[in-house]
């Protein structure tokens, strides 16, 4: 499998493993509070993880990072719980099929912040497969 492709598998199994995240969210929500839900979710993916780098032997201390990349780092794991912590609770108060696809209204937002941030410039045709992303996120929430 070359390098052009490798990003694509990643990609699909990444969409299957956040379908399978909002099921399952959906139905460990069932009586518990969701800010406690992400918390629970956040430290099985710490443990996770941890276990992974050190087993892979990927392990590097953090502070050794170049400091613009442990900035970005943290700035982007700030990001993530939030992310998260609206996520959860859009779960426990609306219905896992509507939540999911208006949450993928973040394409759109990553087109545009890269465009304006990391100055990528996407294709006529790309551009027309992110407005249909927006187009069907604007159709689900109405």
Request: charged share 10%; with cysteine.
């Amino acid at each position: 499998m070359g390098e052009a492709s490798g990003w694509l598998i990643w990609a699909i199994l990444s969409a299957v493993f956040a379908a399978l995240t909002a099921v399952f969210a959906k139905i460990g929500l069932q009586g518990i509070d969701s800010d406690l839900a992400t918390l629970v979710r956040t430290v099985v993916i710490l443990v996770v993880l941890t276990a992974f780098v050190f087993a892979t032997g990927k392990w590097r201390n953090p502070f050794e990072f170049p400091a613009r990349s442990g900035l970005f780092l943290v700035l982007s794991g700030l990001a993530t719980g939030a992310s998260w912590v609206c996520y959860f609770r859009a779960l426990q108060a609306g219905e896992a099929s509507k939540v999911a696809p208006v949450d993928k209204l973040s394409v759109v937002l990553v087109a545009l912040f890269a465009v304006a941030v990391l100055g990528e410039r996407p294709s006529l045709q790309e551009w027309a497969g992110i407005a249909l992303v927006a187009l069907g996120v604007l159709v689900l929430a109405l």
